[in-house]
Antibody, heavy 120, light 106 residues
């Protein structure tokens, strides 16, 4: 069965960087795009970007352009999300999510989420 | 960017009620719309995709309809486990989520 297992919670200081992992299993990693979505506590879902695990191509939401980088390691079926220049407003739960088909699609499978707290 | 507006933002209802949540897109998204359910501390769960297709394993009391800019999620007879927050999401152009509708017990 499809599983997405994310790395554990982190606490970061303002100005620092974070890098979260999302390890996929139960399917051919190369065949499905992966999205990253975040949720600030008490708020809604916000799309951050997408990566093609096959070629590594990425598209980012305009809000995060220049601050976010998505990468992947095909040898371990893992995608990574790095966010730089952290500020308190980046305190959120970050989710990876695998689409069901194509590139722009609904998210059929979600990771468990990673809470990142940005605080001095 | 396409914006999605859900209404209402919150809703109180009783077990057995029929509930409808609407999602309006700022421009035509054709049928590229999904609905998710999220419970506290959990990842969202896909309910409906392509505006009206029921995800496998989701109870048939959930249904979706609409196309273009106006969409609805209907729960025909609320069950205790349905009290949660619901989000619409368009995937016609990048991804956008609605702001959510919190469904609470009356």
């Amino acid at each position: 069965q499809v599983q997405l297992v994310q790395s554990g919670a982190e606490v970061k200081k303002p100005g620092a960087s974070m890098k979260i992992s999302c390890k996929a299993s139960g399917y051919n990693f190369l065949n499905y795009y992966m999205h990253w979505v975040r949720q600030v506590p008490g708020q809604g879902l916000e799309w951050m970007g997408i990566i093609n695990p096959s070629g590594g191509g990425t598209t980012y939401a305009q809000k995060f352009q220049g601050r976010v980088t998505l990468t992947r390691d095909t040898s371990t079926s893992t995608v990574y999300m790095e966010l730089n220049s952290l500020r308190s407003e980046d305190t959120a739960v970050y989710y990876c999510g695998r689409i069901r088909r194509g590139k722009w699609s609904y998210i059929g499978y979600w990771g468990q989420g990673t809470l990142v707290t940005v605080s001095s | 960017a396409i914006q999605l507006t859900q209404s209402p933002s919150s809703l109180s209802a009783s077990v057995g009620d029929r509930v409808t949540i609407t999602c309006r897109a700022s421009q035509d998204v054709s049928g590229a719309l999904a609905w998710y359910q999220q419970k506290p501390g959990k990842a969202p769960k896909l309910l409906i995709y392509d505006a009206s297709s029921l995800e496998s394993g989701v109870p048939s009391r959930f249904s979706g309809s609409g196309s273009g800019t106006d969409f609805t999620l209907t729960i025909s007879s609320l069950q205790p486990e349905d009290f949660a927050t619901y989000y619409c999401q368009q995937f016609n152009s990048y991804l956008t989520f609605g702001q959510g509708t919190k469904l609470e017990i009356k």
